[in-house]
């Protein structure tokens, strides 16, 4: 029960110093033949980005983890079952109508699948225009400029995209303009969705460069969603590690990539195959586990099956978000002193 | 012969094979798509053999017609896969497809398609599929052998043992993969070829996956190409890696060789553009896109993008140059003129 007054302390956090601060967000979701049963896809997720500066925070976590969940909760698409979501010192969920204009111009998402964005039958530049114009509300002359000028930022130019489909767009184009079309409200938060898995090499390192520019010139906080560490090493600042809807582990990028705390997020770092010829054979295989909703299911870690430190008690109590040196947070028994629970 | 020019005991040998997907409109042929365009390789025993590439560049296609897995629209215009069975190479584009189905495939090559995840029979139990197999090839079907074969390679793979009873759609993409893997192995086969083997799987169950295959490999002596647009899995997998683009095998060499020195300009902005773990200083990428199949440009294939393209690139299909033994680059900056 240590674990529940830890989590009411973050309760008098003052959400005005947060450009964004999701507190314990918890979701549930049916599974099973009838989707009767319920499990939790966010188990009490909490993080925060910072007012004064804009941050690309990296959230990491493999398929089924509760990474898009928690983006979508972020956009409004769903809500919570519990916990709430704050930005600008307002919760989101309590939005009035006129809020919600606001709401959608200051925080705007990419998704994975450039394919899946746009509709093959209209003009790519159609999709910025409506946004100019429903979200903007500025005239055409305006909105040509505007429009011009996002597209040249991401490498792009209206005269290169106009009148054009879909097909005539590499899967690299595309997401130039997808990132264009969230841009285009110069947001103050710009979610990203796994945006350059379905990328060649050659192309990710480009559309990576372009979410540095967007923080470094537009100022614009990036939460960038993927499985991909070396990526989230590349481009992030911090980072947060989720494992069967649970955050584990959080904190600057720097402290959880070079010395990950949580038995998880070691085991991940550990298994990431580098392009790199010359450490193969540093490379420490490991043995496969059968992973099942089980895990998803546990009162306690939900990592103990698979952890080569579990005791008795992972497995009957979940442990605690521990702080350490005020700069990182992980969810471990193994980090429980007398001083911190 | 060509095939004399080839060492002796490769026990795969691809010659020279074009083909792609020809593409019809009310019957009539109107666009050739032409995914592998003049392809040779060998494969050697008890090695690993990368195909790397960009999606789109003709790794799958390729793939396929190894296997002889021709249906269409793909077609193969020319060529020969060799396949060394008992001393003699068949050739399995033009061997009986019966006899290629029955004798050849699972026994002496097996194959682990792109998303293989969905190749499982949906109507059928995890262990009928198995049975299935086995009694196609002629095997006598002890549910007790089976049963034990199935939980030992299971257990090799992470899957479940109660997996066996349960119907595809049960389980996870992952799971199916790696069953489809459990499967291709079933018989020992001299030849593994896997196309993108890992791609509906986490990081952490990648490298589980992959070191089984590769302990599975060393230890049968076995062979075995794997098909990956990931550059993670050829560094941690191949003996040789082969690099394709836009249908042409551009380079291949000893994967060590390719990593740490490729030749041609593709292969090395590929590998410049690759981020390694903690790495931070910002890299370059490629600037434009690959060229649409049906209508390549005429010479070399990569010239519109390339850094160092010369008038005869644009002219003129530059040969595959032996710059040294067994490392091959297809580009005229190393012809010697
Ligand atoms: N069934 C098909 N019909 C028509 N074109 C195809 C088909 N499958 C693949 N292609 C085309 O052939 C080319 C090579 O594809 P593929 O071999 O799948 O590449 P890779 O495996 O390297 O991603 C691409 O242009 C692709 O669009
Ligand atoms: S709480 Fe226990 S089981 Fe969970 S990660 Fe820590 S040591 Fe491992
Ligand atoms: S042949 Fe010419 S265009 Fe092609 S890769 Fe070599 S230099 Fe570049
Ligand atoms: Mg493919």
Not at chain 2, 231 to 258: F, K, L, Q, S
């Amino acid at each position: 029960m240590l674990a529940i007054c830890k989590e009411v302390k973050i309760l008098s956090v003052d959400v005005g110093n947060y450009l964004l601060y999701v507190d314990r967000v918890t979701k549930f979701f049916g599974y099973g033949l009838l989707g009767l049963r319920k499990f939790k896809a966010l188990d009490e997720v909490s993080l925060s980005l910072p007012l004064q500066e804009p941050r690309l925070f990296v959230l990491i976590g493999e398929t089924g983890s509760g990474k898009t969940t928690l983006l979508r909760i972020i956009l409004r698409m769903i809500e919570p079952d519990m916990g709430s979501v704050y930005y600008k010192s307002k919760n989101v969920f309590k939005l009035r109508s006129s809020e919600v204009k606001w709401y959608r111009r200051e925080v705007q998402a990419i998704f994975q699948d450039p394919y899946e964005t746009f509709n093959p039958l209209r003009t790519i530049d159609s999709y910025l225009f409506d946004v100019s114009k429903y979200l903007l509300s500025i005239g055409k002359k305006e909105a040509e400029a505007l429009v011009d000028e996002t597209l040249r930022f991401v490498g792009l130019s209206l005269d290169r995209v106009k009148g054009k489909r879909i097909r005539e767009f590499s899967g690299g184009e595309l997401q130039r303009i997808s990132i264009a079309r969230a841009i285009l409200t110069r947001p103050s938060l710009l979610l990203a969705d796994e945006p350059v898995s379905m990328l060649d090499a050659s192309l990710r390192v480009n559309i990576l460069n372009i979410f540095k520019d967007v923080r470094d010139k537009l100022k614009t906080s990036v939460i960038y969603v993927t499985h991909d560490l070396a990526t989230a090493y590349y481009v992030g600042d911090e980072m947060a590690v989720l494992y069967r809807g649970v955050l584990v582990e959080s904190g600057s990028i720097e402290y959880v990539y070079n010395d990950p705390l949580h038995p998880y997020t070691q085991l991940l770092l550990n298994s990431i195959l580098e392009p790199d010829i010359n450490i193969k054979d540093r490379v420490k295989p490991i043995k496969l586990s059968s992973i099942e909703i089980k895990e998803f299911l546990t009162p306690g870690c939900k990592f103990a099956n698979r952890c080569p430190y579990v005791t008795p008690k992972c497995n009957k109590e979940a442990p605690p978000l521990i702080r350490v040196n005020g700069k990182r947070a992980v969810r471990c028994w193994l980090y429980t002193t007398s001083s911190n629970t | 012969m060509p095939e004399k020019h080839l060492e002796k005991d490769a026990i795969l040998k691809v010659v020279n094979v074009d083909g792609g997907y020809v593409i019809r409109y009310g019957g009539r042929p109107v666009k050739f798509i032409h995914a592998v365009d003049n392809v040779s390789l060998e494969l050697y025993p008890n090695r690993i053999v990368g195909i790397a590439g960009e999606s789109g560049c003709g790794k799958s296609t390729l793939a396929k017609i190894i296997y002889g897995a021709i249906e269409p629209p793909l077609e193969v215009k020319q060529g020969s896969v060799l396949l060394k069975v008992s001393e003699e190479y068949e050739d399995l584009l033009k061997a009986d497809r019966a006899y290629v189905a029955k004798e050849i495939w699972w026994k002496v090559i097996s194959y682990i398609p792109q998303n293989s995840m969905n190749v499982l029979n949906p109507m059928k139990k995890i262990r009928d599929s198995f049975i299935e197999t086995f009694k196609f090839h002629g095997m006598a079907v002890d549910k007790k052998e089976v049963t034990k074969y199935i939980s030992e390679v299971f257990s090799t793979f992470g899957v479940p043992v109660d997996a066996i009873n349960a119907y595809p759609h049960q389980l996870s993409g992952g799971m199916r993969q790696r069953i489809v893997i459990s499967l291709s192995l079933l018989f020992d086969p001299k030849i593994v070829l896997a196309d993108e083997p890992t791609t509906a799987v986490d990081v952490v169950t990648q490298l589980g996956i992959l070191t089984s295959l590769k302990e599975w490999q060393r230890e049968k002596k076995s062979s075995m190409i794997i098909v990956s647009h990931d550059m993670g899995v050829h560094a941690y997998m191949d003996d040789e890696v082969v690099i394709m683009y836009a249908g042409n095998i551009v380079e291949r060499g000893e994967a060590e060789d390719v990593f740490n020195d490729p030749l041609h300009p593709y292969t090395k902005i590929l590998i410049s553009s690759l981020i390694k773990k903690g790495e931070k200083t910002i890299k370059k990428g490629i600037a434009g896109s690959p060229p649409d199949l049906s209508n390549p440009p005429p010479g070399c294939r990569f010239h519109p993008r390339c850094p160092f393209a010369m008038d005869i690139c644009r002219r003129e299909k530059p040969p595959s140059i032996e710059v040294e033994k067994s490392r091959f680059v297809a580009c005229w900056l190393y012809a010697k003129r």
